[in-house]
């Protein structure tokens, strides 16, 4: 995007917009810093369209950052999955792909640093001792015992803990800020800890570890990150990521701004409450259909595209608010309604068998019909669809009962008349049923002469309904998702979302019947199935002799979810 066309329309825009023009920056740089201890999801979709958006925007660049200070819950598998996932959502990094670990060297030689100004020290309160020194928001903390420590004692035990002389618990390194400041992030700080755990990127290097808050701001610095972007439960932590810039001999001096995170009603946005449902086999894994990760939804058949609408949608801004799932959901069914090829597909077929197939002049047994595979995209051509002397029809288009209205059944009634979408016109003649009543099979004539025309007066037929030929119709495998939670708010105010799983959130039907080219699709290929919804040929298990498709989304909202 030229500087000409640039415009700020969120907060974030105004402040960078100002800073190139007053020349404070030259070029913006930001980071999307995820921990890789769990797959992304709508979350960091929304702040990595914000990160890598305003690069893009502004001519700068955005780092991928692995923030890995908790070697115990982060691991490869996650590593690798962000990646894909950010690939995918249509973003990349630039440059080499950073890690808050590679700096574990520079970040030890700053607590050294700050040991050295008097800054730090080494503090051996344990765990409950040291919550009660720290005091709470109404009463100041005191100062700990092993506050005045000399810099050489530090230096020396600062050493002995990197050198996996203690145990874990038994020391850390604090900063020495201020025990009676109202900002309890400010009440002496710990900056390392020990953990004697390998690291999935430094292996047994180290056994201490530097906490998130020394780290992020450190990391930002040596990277040049200009504008470092995080939500806003980061706000009071914003005093300490200055007072380390300030107190360190940091090549560059970031600046932390906070939006609100994105809430979503009916789904949870956490990676430690998406893990739960993975672990407890709730779902078949981080990329099922049913979760609000990005590998999910992907899988689900959501673009990319329209995720980043979406996001769009929600904007920036600072006042925390739930976005209402129907948002989501409008995007995604825009998009799909715009782009996405028409297809034929019966759920729960009845078959029709034509008195009449001559009517139809077949050749070898086949009529062709030509669709056009979008109805306003001329440009996406023509499919083919075979008419032959039987078809499958869904059973919930077809009744006996000639009393309802035209207005209520615009569908196949007995002894009227219905149009076969892009084929004929036909008239139910007589319903075949077995023993117990049920509707075998459905005698029907072709009216002549009706693909694309009008039938003769009189034969009116009460609307359009879809179809597909019994003989070279495909039978395919469609996954029905509903929401995965029974509750607006699954982990509102302390409840637990385990406790509101929605039992009927996948129902699978194994045998509908599709148009042939169905079996001729790849894998994430996304469909209309007219009048039934949107349709994704599913990632994995598609293949073209059992097609297996998975629910997008129903075609409008009022037709449930
Ligand atoms: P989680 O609780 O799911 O682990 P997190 O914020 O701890 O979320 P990180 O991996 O640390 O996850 O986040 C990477 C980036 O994504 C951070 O900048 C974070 O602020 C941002 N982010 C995470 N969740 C959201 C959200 N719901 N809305 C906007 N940004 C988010
Ligand atoms: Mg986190």
């Known amino acids: 995007m030229s500087d000409s066309t640039v415009s700020a329309n969120n907060f974030l825009h105004a402040i960078i917009e100002q800073d190139l023009a007053s020349g404070k920056h030259s070029e913006i740089v930001t980071r999307f810093p995820p921990e890789p201890n769990g797959f992304l999801h709508l979350g960091h979709a929304h702040s990595m369209c914000i990160n890598f958006g305003l690069a893009q925007k502004y001519n700068g660049r955005c780092h991928l950052r692995f923030d ?120 002496d700080p710990i900056i390392y800890r020990i953990r004697k755990i390998p ?143 028409r297809a034929m597909c019966v759920m729960n077929a009845v078959k029709v068998s034509f008195t009449n197939f001559e009517a139809a002049n077949a050749e070898g047994g086949i009529a062709w019909m030509t669709q056009p595979v979008h109805p306003n995209k001329p440009e996406m051509g023509e499919r083919k669809l075979p008419f032959t002397d039987s078809v499958y029809i869904d059973r919930a288009d077809f009744t006996e009962d000639t009393t309802l209205s035209r207005k209520k059944f615009k569908r196949l009634v007995l002894g009227e008349y219905v149009r076969l979408r892009g084929s004929f016109v036909i008239k139910a003649e007589e319903a075949i049923k077995d023993a117990d009543g049920n509707i075998t099979e459905i005698k029907a004539s072709i009216v002549p002469d009706t693909v694309g025309n009008n039938p003769p007066e009189g034969m009116k037929p009460r609307g359009v309904i879809h179809w597909v030929s019994c003989s070279e119709g495909v039978q395919a495998e469609v996954r029905v998702y509903e929401r995965l939670f029974d509750h607006e708010a699954p982990d509102f105010g302390g409840r637990d979302h385990m406790e509101h799983i929605n039992q009927d959130s996948l129902q699978v039907i194994e045998s509908c019947w599709c148009e042939p080219s169905l079996a001729e699709t790849t894998p994430e290929q996304g469909f209309q199935f007219e009048r039934e919804g949107y349709y994704v040929a599913d990632r994995y298990d598609y293949t073209a002799d059992k097609p297996v498709f998975n629910k997008t989304i129903s075609l409008s909202e009022s037709k449930g979810k």
């Open 199 to 341: 690291h999935h990127q430094t292996g047994e290097k180290w056994c201490i570890y530097p906490i998130y808050d020394f780290t992020h701001g450190q990391s930002d610095a040596l990277e040049s990150v200009t504008h470092s972007i995080c939500t806003l439960e980061f706000e009071d932590h914003r005093p300490l990521y200055e007072w380390f810039i300030n107190h360190l001999p940091v090549p560059s001096k970031p600046q932390q701004y906070e939006f609100s995170r994105l809430n979503i009603n009916y789904t949870v946005t956490s990676k430690r409450k998406l893990k739960a449902l993975v672990d407890d086999g709730v779902v078949g894994g981080w990329d099922d259909p049913r979760m609000p990760t990005i590998s999910g939804m992907r899988r689900r058949g959501y673009s990319a595209q329209a995720i980043r609408n979406f996001s769009d949608m929600v904007g920036v801004n600072r006042s925390s608010g739930i976005v209402d799932m129907s948002m989501l959901e409008h995007a995604i069914r825009t998009d799909l309604n715009d782009n996405a090829p």
């Open 68 to 187: 890995d200070t908790n070697p115990e819950k982060e691991s490869q598998e996650y590593i690798d999955a962000i990646q894909q996932d950010v690939k995918w959502l249509g973003f990349d990094w630039d440059g080499e792909i950073k890690f808050s670990s590679d700096y574990f060297d520079t970040l030890y030689d700053y607590a050294i640093n700050l040991i050295e100004s008097g800054d730090a020290y080494v503090c051996d309160l344990n765990a409950e001792q040291a919550r009660e020194y720290r005091g709470n928001l109404k009463q100041p903390g005191k100062n700990s015992p092993f506050r005045d420590r000399s810099v050489e004692e530090n230096l020396a035990l600062f050493e002995q803990m990197r050198n996996g002389e203690f145990d874990e618990g038994a020391c850390a390194l604090r900063a020495k800020i201020d025990m009676a400041s109202p900002n309890m992030n400010m009440r």
